[in-house]
């Protein structure tokens, strides 16, 4: 498809205002600090839609449909988590980054466990950073080549290289603020395509609701209590764990916090961005069903060889290419650049921020003046950008092997979130006892993700638990053994000088 002169200035319009936006918010000259932390002199409000626009990828923005379209409402119960994960950050995580002043998430670590601990938590954030950035970055090229004619590395070198050139100009601000126009497009594009399914029922809008009722499309899955499959319960769990990780640990967002103008807005950012995230998935998952019952009602619109059911994921680009009006085809495209943006331009702000932060200035140069932090954030910006971009070019001729990069990841990841848990609930919790809970979480990890792909000899070994279980039972093994050791370290012999001791004991 060639794209019309109409849509293609929509999307060019779009492309040149992200980066207009970062030569102007980048005409003043930069420090180190506004460049991490926008001077700490962000409103509250767009911070709150910057943390919604970091948790809508492009792979939302055209998964959820596609999930929705070819089963029902079961990942909605994934956002339901979210309100619970924003209490617990507001009421704890939030307050402890704002008081500690440092602009890394990982920076407390070194405090509280040692250097190993916050390097290992660094590394494991860089490396998840890069796989997504090239996983969203190709995928966006994959669903955009058949609606833009486009080839797929044209595709991913025009979204790394506008990316790129916004995020190294204004650094956090322009990626704050693109993030906000870029939430405006993206829920505008989201509710175009809803409006137009519903009008365009040739029965009304009560058809699309009859069609799905009939179908089960609304259901939110199954409430047994299997831990194998994706139930309500195992999917609420999960949606927990990873939202608590976001919101909490996740440099991404709390990198945000610091840019707040104060606490109180910090606070109101969390719960914002992430009870927005809460309608705008519901209406992705209601484009899918409309989906769903758009085509059940007019058949002859689906061309041969796309199935609702087996090719689910490719209905909602159909849409988009053959059933938009000219204009609208634009606007939906740009949003699904705006989703994607958003999340890479985070990505690589924040990386470039850990790497000057705990790598550059914690083992080479702890001294290091304004410029050559500066120096150093361009040029890992720039280098994040980059290396991003040839991740996504990569993944055309070697997905495979790049999917299983992405998959050992997060592997590692999970270790993260046990670990703040475990210097958040204890105090007595040490260096041994962290290091060995976060040995036996990541062995526990390893064996429910890896053991899965075992051959039927060794199928007795198999993890029997859903995927989805990986984070939570992943991050419980870290926080009890953890606190197993420490709570076994603290308490001192019935002979030792401590335990004869008649006076108060300190709390």
Not at 82 to 101: E, K, M, Q
Not at 227 to 245: D, E, K, M, S
Not at 389 to 401: E, P, R, Y
Request: hydrophobic share 50%.
């Amino acid at each position: 498809m060639t794209l019309p002169i109409l849509d293609f200035a929509v999307v060019i319009v779009y492309l040149a205002a992200m980066v207009a936006m970062g030569f102007y918010l980048g005409r003043k000259g930069q420090t180190p600090d506004h460049y991490m932390r926008a001077g700490g002199s962000i409103p509250g409000w767009a911070v709150g839609i910057s943390i919604f626009g970091t948790y809508v990828s492009s792979i939302s923005f055209l998964a959820l449909p596609g999930k929705s379209a070819g089963g029902n409402w079961n990942p909605f119960v994934f956002s339901l988590g979210i309100p619970l994960a924003a209490w617990i950050a507001v009421r704890w995580f939030v307050p402890f980054y704002r008081r500690s002043g440092e602009v890394s998430a990982y920076h407390h670590l070194e405090e509280r466990f040692g250097p190993w601990a916050r390097t290992y938590a660094v590394l494991c954030y860089l490396l998840t950073q890069l796989a997504r950035m090239g996983a969203i970055m190709y995928l966006l090229a994959l669903a955009m080549a058949p609606l833009t004619g486009w080839s797929l590395t044209t595709l991913i070198l025009v979204t790394g290289v506008i990316t790129i050139l916004y995020t190294l100009i204004g650094g956090i601000e322009a990626v704050i603020w693109a993030d906000v126009v870029q939430s405006f497009v993206l829920i505008g594009g989201a509710l175009a395509c809803m409006v137009l399914l519903i009008i365009g029922m040739p029965r009304g809008p009560g058809q699309l609701f009859e069609i799905a009722a009939r179908n089960d499309k609304f259901s939110l899955g199954s409430f047994g209590p299997s831990l194998a499959q994706p139930t309500f319960w195992v999917v609420l769990i999960y949606g927990l764990f990873i939202n608590l990780q976001n919101l909490g640990i996740d440099q991404s967002y709390v990198q945000r916090y610091a840019t707040a103008r104060s606490d109180s807005a910090a606070r109101k950012s969390v719960w914002l961005g992430g009870l927005l995230y809460l309608p705008v998935s519901a209406v992705f998952l209601f484009i899918g069903t409309a989906l769903f019952a758009y085509y059940t009602a007019q058949p002859e619109l689906l061309p041969a060889g796309l199935d609702l059911k087996s090719k689910s994921d490719a209905i909602f680009p159909h849409f988009i290419n053959s059933a938009l009006p000219a204009g609208v085809t634009g606007l939906v495209i740009a949003a699904v650049f705006a989703a994607a943006q958003s999340t890479l331009a985070s990505s690589i702000n924040c990386s470039a921020t850990l790497l000057l932060c705990d790598i550059y200035r914690r083992y080479f140069r702890p001294k290091a003046d304004g410029r050559e932090s500066m120096t150093v954030l361009r040029l890992a910006t720039l280098g994040f950008g980059i290396a991003g971009t040839l991740v996504a070019i990569a993944m055309i001729q070697v997905k495979s092997a790049l999917d299983a990069w992405w998959e050992l990841a997060s592997i590692f990841s999970g270790g993260m979130l046990g670990l703040f848990l475990l210097g958040l609930i204890s105090r007595h919790a040490k260096n041994a006892a962290a290091a060995t809970g976060v040995a036996a979480g990541v062995m526990a990890i390893l064996w429910m993700s890896l053991s899965p792909k075992l051959s039927d000899q060794w199928a007795a070994w198999r993890s029997p638990f859903h995927n989805f279980m990986v984070i939570v039972i992943g991050t419980l093994v870290i926080l009890l053994v953890g606190l197993l050791l420490s709570c076994h370290k603290q308490k001192p012999p019935a002979h030792s000088p401590q335990a004869s001791h008649t006076g108060s004991n300190p709390p």
